[in-house]
């Protein structure tokens, strides 16, 4: 129950185009929604969050989707450039506590 | 701010040797977390602690790990005995606490045991 499930695992897109990231989750005790974006050699840093009485956030080209009903959520990335080749991660927060529970992460390649 | 602080960055050692693992929080920040990241299993939750009280340590694998945190400044994880499978990065993060949920993570520790 305390899975956040992240897809797809490795995604490729084209310069200018947009990059869609999903996740799921079951526990319905989550109250906070981030994500976080990695470059190699470089630890995970906050992009966006999101609390659950909110059903979208967005800020510059990246946007948060959030569905409370169908406990789904996800990132959209516009206008995609190769300097957001990164590997993305969400995350749910929940249960008490600040502990974070993350996706298994999603590897974007944004080619030229 | 210099951000989270860890050392070494690199560390390879031998099976059965212990390796310790140091991390210093931003200052001011009231919570430390203890992450290890594989290609198999991805970004995983050891421990964590609150005004230097571990909180939750359900993730730590076995008994060969063990975190401390003596002050609000300086933390540790030790593996004794280490074993080829702890090859990982492991990450600190910290964050303010209360109602502050961004979590500020280190570089990492890059860790092989041959």
């Known amino acids: 129950q305390q899975q956040v499930k992240q897809s797809p695992q490795s995604l490729i897109v084209q310069k200018g185009g947009i990059s869609i990231i999903n996740c799921a989750y079951e526990?319905?005790?989550?109250?906070?929604f981030p994500w976080y974006q990695q470059f190699p050699g470089k630890g995970p840093a906050l992009l966006i969050a999101?609390?659950?009485?909110?059903s979208e956030k967005k800020e510059g080209r990246f946007t948060i989707s959030f569905n409370k009903s169908a406990k789904q959520f996800s990132l959209h990335i516009m206008d995609s450039q190769p300097g957001d080749s990164a590997t993305y991660f969400c995350a749910a927060r929940g249960g008490g506590g600040n502990k974070l529970t993350f996706g298994t992460g999603t590897q974007l390649k944004v080619e030229l | 701010d210099a951000g989270v602080i860890q050392s070494p960055r690199h560390e390879v050692t031998e099976m059965g040797q212990e390796v310790t693992l140091r991390c210093k929080p931003i200052?001011?920040?009231?919570?430390l977390f203890w992450y290890r990241q594989t290609m198999m299993r991805g970004l995983e939750l050891l421990i964590y602690f609150n005004n230097n009280v571990p909180i939750d340590d359900s993730g730590m694998p076995e008994d060969r790990f063990s975190a401390k945190m003596p002050n609000a400044s300086f933390s540790t994880l030790k593996i004794q005995p280490s074993e080829p499978r702890d090859s990982a990065v492991y990450f600190c993060a910290s964050s303010r606490g209360g109602l502050e949920e961004t979590q500020y993570f280190g570089p990492g520790t890059r860790l092989l045991v041959l």
């Open positions: 200052s001011g920040h009231n919570s």
């Open positions: 999101i609390r659950p009485d909110v």
């Open positions: 526990n319905t005790a989550f109250d906070y």
